[in-house]
């Protein structure tokens, strides 16, 4: 089964921390699953992701970076 959202961050980022909750939330309120990925831990996914993060896709498509607003992300899970 492939998570509908995808979140790319880095260790440290606080950023990241608060998408973290937010996804975590809102996937939990829909039912649907998610993953974290770390951009450190991928030579590709730093070059071109780096200066974005935290970065959230849903469904395989970019939706979100530097911050995830809760309302269109419960609106993309809804569809």
Not at 11 to 21: K, N, V
Not at 36 to 64: C, I, N, W
């Amino acid at each position: 089964m492939t998570a509908r959202v995808l979140l790319l961050g880095r260790p440290g980022c606080h950023l990241c921390d608060e998408a973290r909750s937010v996804i975590e939330r809102v996937a939990a309120e829909v039912g649907a699953s998610w993953e974290e990925r770390s951009v450190e831990e991928d030579p590709d996914l730093l070059a071109r992701y780096s200066d974005q993060v935290p970065v959230t896709f849903v469904d395989g498509r970019q939706h979100d970076f530097w911050r995830v607003d809760e309302t269109r992300l419960r609106r993309a899970l809804s569809s």
